[in-house]
């Protein structure tokens, strides 16, 4: 039977080293520039995946009509976003190549020696050594039990979308719960009177404001609120669960 403070230490070391070696792989990546083969739209990707400008040449309309530039700012992102995945699975297999990092040590009492840890500190109560072991094991049912809540919850966020808007609100981007961009909708009306550096900033407006809806309300906030997420907490400091 497997001791649950040794399981306890080898998932700390485990997830420590994945964390540097994300760490790693994103502090190498670059923002990625792609213009469309009109040359009239340009996109910015930062390096962590973020649209960070969308740029529309002063002659657009003599090559794009109105309809069609929705959709060519749609692919141009598209292409940007594809392109940033292919530089992040380049820098991934670097960094895959390279030996990998040593687990760093806790910023709390060894986990091999936790159970003792604990002991200690409810040394006056009538808490037993099993306690101890059993709060041990509760970190290990938690994770079991967060794998289960985050699979639910990924299944419920499936079908969510969240929209974001330019200041003026002519301009409306749509995207996944994960945060993928899945639309872009631009008022015909206004679009023909606008500007082209207004046209971008207003696009580039309605693109941040629905990642950011995706941050506050998307997967990933709901997944920080799993047991899964309070597990990986306890993991990386035991001395919580004492204090």
């Given at each position: 039977?497997?001791n649950?403070s040794?399981?306890?230490?080898?998932?700390r070391e485990e997830?420590?080293?994945?964390?540097?070696?994300?760490?790693?792989?994103?502090?190498r990546?670059e923002p990625?520039e792609v213009t469309d083969?009109?040359?009239?739209i340009?996109?910015?990707?930062?390096?962590?995946?973020?649209?960070e400008?969308?740029?529309?040449?002063?002659?657009w309309d003599r090559v794009l009509?109105?309809?069609?530039l929705s959709?060519?700012?749609?692919?141009?992102?598209?292409?940007?976003q594809?392109?940033r995945?292919e530089?992040?699975?380049?820098v991934?297999?670097?960094v895959d190549?390279e030996?990998?990092?040593?687990?760093?040590p806790g910023?709390?009492?060894d986990?091999y020696?936790?159970?003792e840890?604990?002991?200690h500190?409810?040394?006056?109560?009538?808490?037993?050594?099993?306690l101890?072991q059993d709060?041990?094991?509760?970190i290990l049912?938690?994770?079991?039990?967060?794998i289960?809540?985050a699979?639910?919850l990924?299944?419920?966020h499936?079908?969510?979308?969240?929209?974001?808007?330019?200041?003026?609100?002519?301009?409306?981007?749509t995207?996944s719960s994960?945060?993928?961009?899945v639309?872009?909708?631009i008022d015909?009306?206004?679009?023909g009177?606008s500007?082209?550096?207004n046209?971008?900033r207003?696009?580039?407006?309605?693109?941040?404001?629905g990642?950011?809806?995706v941050e506050?309300?998307g997967i990933?906030?709901a997944l920080?609120?799993?047991k899964?997420?309070r597990?990986a907490?306890?993991?990386?400091?035991?001395?919580?669960?004492i204090?």
């Amino acid at each position: 039977m497997s001791n649950p403070s040794e399981d306890l230490a080898i998932l700390r070391e485990e997830s420590d080293v994945s964390l540097q070696k994300a760490l790693e792989v994103q502090r190498r990546l670059e923002p990625v520039e792609v213009t469309d083969d009109s040359r009239q739209i340009t996109v910015k990707v930062s390096s962590r995946g973020v649209v960070e400008s969308v740029r529309i040449g002063i002659t657009w309309d003599r090559v794009l009509s109105p309809s069609q530039l929705s959709s060519s700012i749609f692919e141009t992102i598209s292409a940007a976003q594809l392109r940033r995945l292919e530089q992040y699975g380049s820098v991934s297999r670097e960094v895959d190549d390279e030996p990998s990092p040593r687990a760093r040590p806790g910023t709390s009492p060894d986990l091999y020696g936790l159970v003792e840890a604990i002991e200690h500190k409810l040394s006056n109560s009538d808490a037993s050594a099993s306690l101890a072991q059993d709060i041990i094991v509760g970190i290990l049912d938690d994770t079991l039990d967060g794998i289960t809540e985050a699979n639910d919850l990924l299944s419920e966020h499936a079908s969510r979308t969240f929209s974001g808007f330019s200041a003026n609100r002519k301009v409306r981007s749509t995207f996944s719960s994960g945060g993928q961009l899945v639309a872009l909708d631009i008022d015909q009306g206004w679009l023909g009177t606008s500007h082209p550096a207004n046209l971008g900033r207003e696009i580039t407006q309605a693109i941040l404001d629905g990642s950011r809806r995706v941050e506050i309300e998307g997967i990933s906030a709901a997944l920080s609120a799993t047991k899964l997420a309070r597990a990986a907490l306890a993991a990386s400091d035991p001395a919580s669960l004492i204090d």
